[in-house]
């Protein structure tokens, strides 16, 4: 992270080495003072409405067509509180065999992937704490040649109607537009990674 989005190395934040929803992780996003600040927080964003830091159903990912109009994520995306999730590697589901088997994903380049998420700082209304939380977004991906053989297939659907999702990654060329874009210059960049971008296979 230090050498791919330059944020300095005196940091003393942790976190487990293997993030999973509703745990702690990383993730950047566009800080007062230098272009970028990590932090950690709950992967499981909070709106600001809660009145506590767990809800009952997840909000680990965010689909992408509906961050506008769902009440867990409009705060946070009309407030252009969007974020990078570093990440070496990230895991999907593949159910072609009848059982699942793990796939992990990394960059074809070796450098780690840039996902793109939404923050959120949950304050505490009785004690005033600050919680940050955030969460991953997601796209369709039932055209990408890879990322659509990902996740369990619903047999009530035809192939092309499965709605099989996708992580967003952001590429360095596309910092800036994703981090300080309007709306409409970020939804540009709502698409799964490119094929030559992924270098992937069973776990």
């Not at 499981?44 to 506008?68: D, F, G, Q």
């Not at 065999?97 to 009785?126: C, E, S």
Request: with cysteine; glycine share 6%; charged share 20%.
């Amino acid at each position: 992270m230090e050498r791919a989005w330059h944020i300095g190395n005196n940091t003393p934040l942790k976190w487990p080495t293997q993030v999973v929803p509703r745990g702690s992780g990383p993730f950047l996003r566009a800080a007062s003072l230098g272009p970028l600040e990590l932090v950690v927080g709950l992967w499981s964003l909070i709106p600001h409405w809660s009145k506590v830091p767990r809800l009952k159903y997840s909000t680990n990912n965010a689909r992408s067509e509906e961050l506008a109009a769902k009440p867990s994520y409009q705060g946070a995306w009309r407030s252009g509180q969007r974020c990078i999730i570093p990440a070496t590697s990230f895991d999907e589901p593949n159910w072609e065999t009848g059982k699942n088997i793990w796939w992990r994903f990394r960059r074809a380049d070796g450098q780690p992937w840039g996902l793109a998420g939404l923050y959120h700082p949950w304050v505490n209304k009785q004690t005033g704490e600050i919680l940050e939380t955030y969460t991953m977004l997601t796209v369709n991906a039932d055209d990408h040649p890879l990322m659509s053989r990902m996740h369990k297939p619903d047999p009530s659907l035809p192939p092309d109607r499965q709605d099989k999702r996708s992580v967003v990654a952001i590429e360095q060329a596309d910092l800036e537009q994703w981090l300080f874009g309007s709306q409409a210059a970020a939804r540009e960049l709502f698409r799964p990674p490119a094929m030559e971008v992924i270098e992937a296979g069973p776990v």
